[in-house]
Every structure is written in structure tokens, then in C-alpha cells.
């Protein structure tokens, strides 16, 4: 069996420790002369976000960045667990490989501890765009539509099943419509082929839709409604309420619309991760965000007072540190860390012992078998398994 060497679990924990003991960082924590992260592919906006920081950190530190572009969640972090990178520019992704789930729900991966340095959380959101043509005004207006799905891609349908929740619907209550890549759904869009898609709402494919014929809205979802907020927590934790003031359909300042979003990037490290590394990378992103911030669309969304210091993943030992420095790190955020280190704790508990028990061979009966492991651990823990 393939999973995570102790080494490393080890180390994690002694990271997590950090955070509660206090552990020694150099004093002069600098970066190294050179560092790789990874993005997603060339031309996204997480790559030219990552780009841009590279660029500020070459010309204020000298040091040389990296960036190594990735189609899959897998792609990105296979660099990082094999030592070949120090840090990601991940999507929600991060949270799926921290839980187990999905693709990572496998033999050769398992819960990763990942943890968070910064995220950008900028003016777009990311919702379910609908064709207007389809007369959709709230989000239970879905009910009987098409909707995109696509094949092998988890996070796009999990986000999907957590925005139509919040209209009270569930996966049988519309048309799933299924597609081989996120643009080949878009195209259904415009080919009239499904009524509405995931995506943020400042994606290249999201302006596309917007023109004539069809036309694109993104149905509001007001966080004033409680009930509806708690039906997308349970299928998506990681969404919270926002008001999107950019992208397509006409949204503005003087045109915004609330919806989900979470943040994206999310530039994470495993927890084994050198603190005084995540330290110096993290404090120069919050010291110069003036030098990027307005270099690409998105990187604005770095600012240190920006940061959701309450959301699914921990924060590293290191980043925790800069984020202190700066003035922002609060007992509520502590707590809440120190909760979500528990829970990769218990993860990782339970994924050694499932490991050991020579599991079945079979991918199905292998992920299945892992996953009741997981429920049942985090039941007994008095934890959310969110994930059936």
C-alpha cells in the first residue's frame, strides 16, 4: 500500500503543534534563491496570478519562481508530495485531497494535510450561470432544467449540487447533463444543449455565454435566507455568501448580485513544510502587495484583510506567524484552527489504520471501504464527515 510516510505525518504534527506551543522560527527567515510552485494551466487566472507574485518576488527578493502549470488537482500536488515543489496555487481541490475524497479517496493518496498560506478572494463569484433564455429568476427556478455536469470532475459537480441546494433542489430534481471537459459544458450553453454551468463568474467561458441569443444570469443567493445557506454548507462547506461585483452578465459595482464563492487561489503547503519557508513567502505577499496587486485580474484579492481565517482548511504554522505580524490573526480564528488541525489529525489517524487492514485491491471497493473508515472516524470524533 502507498500513503503518506510517517515522516512526514510526523512532521505535520509538530507543525500543527506550532500553533498552539509557539515553535522557534528563524529570526531571519528569508526566501530561498529559487522555489517551484504550481498553477493551473498556462493562461488561467490562478497561473498569471502566481506569475505576477513570482515576478514581484524576483525583483524585492531575487528569488527565482518557478511555476509549473497543471491540468488536475492530482497534477498539481504529486510535485508537492514528492518534494519536487514547495507550494500550490490550488482551487476547492485542496479541500478534497485534505478530507480523502473523491480522487483522492485512493491507494496512492489518501487525506493530505494540506494548509493554507494566503487566498485571493476578489470582486467575481462562482455560481451556476444560466442561459436567460431559460427564464430562471431564484435558484429553486432550476427545478426541471438542464444542468452541465462533467465527467471526472468532481469539484466542478460537487459545486454544482451545493448551489442548486440552496434553491431546496438535489441532483434528481434536474436534468444532468454530462460532458467531457469544463469547456466542452460551456459550449452546451451556447448550443442550447443544457440551461446553466459552474464557473466564476469572470471566466473567459462565462463572457462568451453572455451574448446574444441565449444570454446570462447568475440567480441570486441572499444569505438573509438561513435555511437555504445551511443546505449549501452541507454539500459544499467550503461556499459562503458574497457579493460579486464583477464579470459576466453585466455585473458591477452599481450591478452586483450575491452568490457562493470561495477563494481561488488558495497557495497552500503541506504541513511538513519548513515554517520559516511559508513564513518568508507569506509575509512578502502581505509586505508587497502593493508591488502585484494590480498586475493581473484576481491578484487584488490577496490582501491581507481579505483572508477568511474561518474557512475549511488550517493555516500553516508559518503563515500563522506573518498573518500575527500583520495584525490580523484573532482568538476566533485560534480556535478554529486548532479545531480543523484536530480534524486532519483524526484523518490521517484513520487513514494509517485503514491502510494496515489490508484493504480491498479492487478501486471501488477500496474507496468505498475508506470511506466508511473516514465516516466513522470523524462520527466518533464528533465531526461533520460531510462526504457520504
Known amino acids: 500500500m502507498t500513503s503518506l510516510p510517517l515522516s512526514r505525518l510526523s512532521r505535520a504534527a509538530i507543525a500543527g503543534a506550532a500553533l498552539c506551543s509557539g515553535i522557534a522560527f528563524a529570526q531571519d527567515a528569508k526566501l530561498p534563491t529559487a522555489l517551484t510552485v504550481t498553477a493551473y494551466d498556462t493562461g488561467s487566472s490562478g497561473f ?16 527565482d519562481l518557478r511555476v509549473l502549470p497543471a491540468g488536475n488537482d492530482i497534477a498539481r500536488l504529486s510535485p508537492l508530495k514528492s518534494d519536487r515543489a514547495q507550494i500550490s496555487a490550488m482551487g476547492v481541490g485542496s479541500y478534497f485531497a485534505a478530507e480523502g475524497v473523491f480522487e483522492f479517496a485512493s491507494e496512492a493518496w489518501g487525506p493530505q494535510p494540506l494548509q493554507i498560506m494566503l487566498s485571493s478572494t476578489s470582486c467575481n463569484g462562482l455560481s451556476l450561470g444560466v442561459a436567460k433564455d431559460a427564464g430562471v429568476k431564484e435558484i429553486k427556478d432550476l427545478k426541471g432544467k438542464r444542468v452541465g455536469f462533467v465527467v471526472g470532475s468532481p469539484a466542478l459537480n460537487q459545486n454544482a449540487l451545493a448551489i442548486i441546494a440552496y434553491g431546496n433542489l438535489t441532483k434528481k430534481d434536474v436534468n444532468i447533463v454530462e460532458f467531457s471537459s469544463y469547456g466542452a459544458m460551456w459550449k452546451g450553453i451556447l448550443n442550447n444543449e443544457i440551461d446553466a454551468a459552474f464557473a466564476t463568474t469572470v471566466s473567459g467561458q462565462a463572457r462568451e455565454a453572455e451574448a446574444p441569443p441565449r444570454g446570462l444570469v447568475w440567480p441570486p443567493a441572499p444569505p438573509a435566507d438561513k435555511a437555504a445557506w445551511e443546505r449549501v454548507k ?9 457579493k460579486a461585483t464583477c464579470g459576466a452578465g453585466g455585473l458591477s459595482p452599481s450591478n452586483p448580485v450575491e452568490i457562493p464563492a470561495y477563494p481561488y487561489p488558495i497557495v497552500v503547503a503541506y504541513a511538513s513544510q519548513k515554517p520559516e519557508l511559508v513564513y518568508a513567502f507569506t509575509k512578502s505577499m502581505i509586505d508587497n502587495y502593493a508591488a502585484y496587486k494590480d498586475a493581473t485580474a484576481g491578484v487584488d484579492g490577496f490582501a491581507v484583510d481579505r483572508q477568511n481565517l474561518e474557512w475549511v482548511l488550517p493555516y500553516h504554522a508559518g503563515a500563522v506567524r506573518a498573518l500575527k505580524e500583520a495584525g490580523v490573526w484573532t482568538p476566533q480564528a ?4 486548532e479545531a480543523l488541525l484536530k480534524r486532519q489529525d483524526v484523518l490521517a489517524k484513520a487513514w494509517a489504520a485503514f491502510t494496515k487492514a489490508s484493504p480491498p485491491d479492487d478501486k471501488a471497493a477500496f474507496e468505498k471501504a475508506w470511506m466508511a473508515k473516514r465516516g466513522e472516524a470523524l462520527a466518533q470524533a464528533g465531526m461533520d464527515p460531510v462526504f457520504d
Open 48 to 63: 498569471n496570478m502566481v506569475v505576477a507574485i513570482g515576478k514581484m518576488m524576483k525583483q524585492k527578493h531575487g528569488s
Open 334 to 337: 485560534q480556535k478554529h484552527n
Open 234 to 242: 452541507k454539500v459544499g462547506p467550503y461556499f459562503y455568501p458574497h
